[in-house]
Antibody, heavy 119, light 107 residues
Framework: VQLVQSGAEVKKPGASVRVSCTVSGQTVNEVSIQWVRQAPGKGLEWMGGFDPINGGTIYAPRLQGRATLIDDTSTNTAYMELTSLRSDDTAVYYC?????????????WGQGTLVTVTS | YVLTQPPSVSVAPGQTATISCGGRGLGGQSVHWYQQKAGQAPVLVVFDDSDRPSGIPERFSGSKSGNTATLTISRVEAGDEADFYCQVWDSTTDPYVFGTGTRVTVL
């Protein structure tokens, strides 16, 4: 299985960004995709992803309302959209694969997508 | 919910590096560890406290005692230099929580 993400983005404050994560080797609805971001020089921050407990999508409370995660089975791609961008959203955004049936580790990561928010 | 790690650990080649991860209730949670080399995505090196994914050298081992988990790197090599993060799942806050991170420097 491989995860391949879209390229770097530069956005203005208030705009939206969509990052894609294409899954190869399995279908996107057979895997659990999580999204993690890392601001420059900072640690890892979980954003949201598939919830193996109830089969839905769960978001980090601090991003509730601004982040939307969707899976497109026609392209085998997971998308992360973040709206109302602020400068502190500048980060590398990663998708990661975890087990679909149990709560487990992030077994495989995409290469990362740099999103820069600047006026 | 905070997972506390030492900011940095320095170790000479061939020696052993130990990285701690502390958090309330850690004793009842599965701890996972990730290695992130400069400019690269994280890689899982230990899961469920002490298991290793295929392809990860036996030099990487995990353990846990009470509310502290430990990642041990034996016979450290220059290529082990990286940031390391612990992670747990906690239903009371953000479900997936990462530690504060530890930079391992090989002298």
């Amino acid at each position: 299985v491989q995860l391949v993400q879209s390229g770097a983005e530069v956005k203005k404050p208030g705009a939206s960004v969509r990052v894609s994560c294409t899954v190869s080797g399995q279908t996107v609805n057979e895997v659990s995709i999580q999204w993690v971001r890392q601001a420059p020089g900072k640690g890892l921050e979980w954003m949201g992803g598939f919830d193996p407990i109830n089969g839905g999508t769960i978001y980090a409370p601090r991003l509730q309302g601004r982040a939307t995660l969707i899976d497109d089975t026609s392209t085998n791609t997971a998308y992360m959209e973040l709206t109302s961008l602020r400068s502190d959203d500048t980060a590398v955004y990663y998708c990661a694969l975890s087990d679909v049936e149990t709560i487990g580790p992030f077994e495989l990561w995409g290469q990362g997508t740099l999103v820069t928010v600047t006026s | 919910y905070v997972l506390t790690q030492p900011p940095s650990v320095s170790v000479a080649p061939g020696q052993t590096a130990t990285i701690s991860c502390g958090g309330r209730g850690l004793g009842g949670q599965s701890v996972h560890w990730y290695q992130q080399k400069a400019g690269q995505a994280p890689v899982l090196v230990v899961f469920d406290d002490s298991d290793r994914p295929s392809g990860i050298p036996e030099r990487f081992s995990g353990s846990k005692s009470g509310n502290t988990a430990t990642l041990t790197i034996s016979r450290v090599e220059a290529g082990d230099e990286a940031d390391f993060y612990c992670q747990v799942w906690d239903s009371t806050t953000d479900p997936y929580v990462f530690g504060t991170g530890t930079r391992v420097t090989v002298l």
